[in-house]
């Protein structure tokens, strides 16, 4: 765990990047936000970040979400949350009543309990698709060849609030030609919000067009290690 001195420096540090990057590609840095991954650090952690200005903040357990957020929203109502993690169905009603955006929307059956959720909560977060660029069998994301089918379809169910795509590259690549791929994706279906690079590549995510950047260890240290 870091202490609130060292995560305000961190965000400091980690905004002049984005901004640095962004400006070498030719473009704003205010199009770019960030998203601090606060996951399996404690509630201190994310208020310490609170003060420094941070408001928009990624987790990707439910049950960790619900524990550490809601009462936060009082103090801080611009506080943002993103659900960033692979989703159960049976957590999707929690997930729309805590969130501001799930970003790992990934399967049919989980559209079916989200819309089932959203007609309940009376209210439904923002959703980006996953895409599993990679075609990884362990990990989340509709598969490539289906997500074009995916996304026209999410789009036409939950409309204006589909906004865009999120993808994780796998490990062991480069992740240049994954962002290139979901950017270009999301271009064509038209949608805005391209959710792509975490702490070791925010920068290239950003050269090929991120407008989400989700940033854990280089804001908050390293995780844990149960994590
Ligand atoms: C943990 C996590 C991140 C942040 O990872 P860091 O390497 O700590 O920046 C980003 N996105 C997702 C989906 C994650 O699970």
Redesign the pocket.
């Known amino acids: 765990m870091s202490t609130s001195t060292s995560i305000a420096d961190a965000l400091t540090g980690i905004h002049a990047r984005i901004a640095t990057s962004a400006r070498a590609a030719g473009r704003d840095p205010s199009a770019i936000e960030l998203v601090a ?1 606060s ?1 399996f650090h404690p509630q201190a952690s994310v208020i310490a970040a609170l003060e420094a200005g941070q408001r928009i903040f ?1 987790e ?1 357990r439910v049950q960790e979400a619900a524990a550490k957020f809601p009462d936060l929203r009082t103090r801080w109502p611009e506080l943002r949350l993103h659900i ?2 692979g989703l159960q169905t049976n957590k999707a009603l929690e997930a729309v009543r805590i969130a501001d955006m799930i970003e790992s929307l990934d399967r049919p059956s989980l559209s079916d309990a989200i819309a089932r959720a959203g007609e309940k909560a009376g209210r439904l977060p923002d959703l980006l698709v996953q895409v599993n660029t990679g075609d990884e069998t362990q990990k989340s994301g509709v598969r490539l060849e289906d997500a074009d089918a995916f996304i026209t379809s999410s789009m036409t169910r939950f409309g204006k609030s589909m906004r865009g795509l999120m993808c ?1 590259p796998p490990h062991d690549q480069d992740p240049t030609p994954h962002f290139r791929l979901l950017a270009d994706m999301a271009a064509r279906h038209g949608l805005p919000v391209v959710s792509m690079g ?3 590549d925010f920068e290239r995510a950003i050269a090929c067009g991120a407008t989400l950047v ?5 804001i908050f240290g390293a ?1 844990p290690a149960h994590a």
Do not use: D, H, L
Request: glycine content about 18%; charged content about 20%.
């Open positions: 991954v996951k990624g990707n960033i993690g994780i975490m702490s070791a989700r940033v854990g260890s280089a995780r």
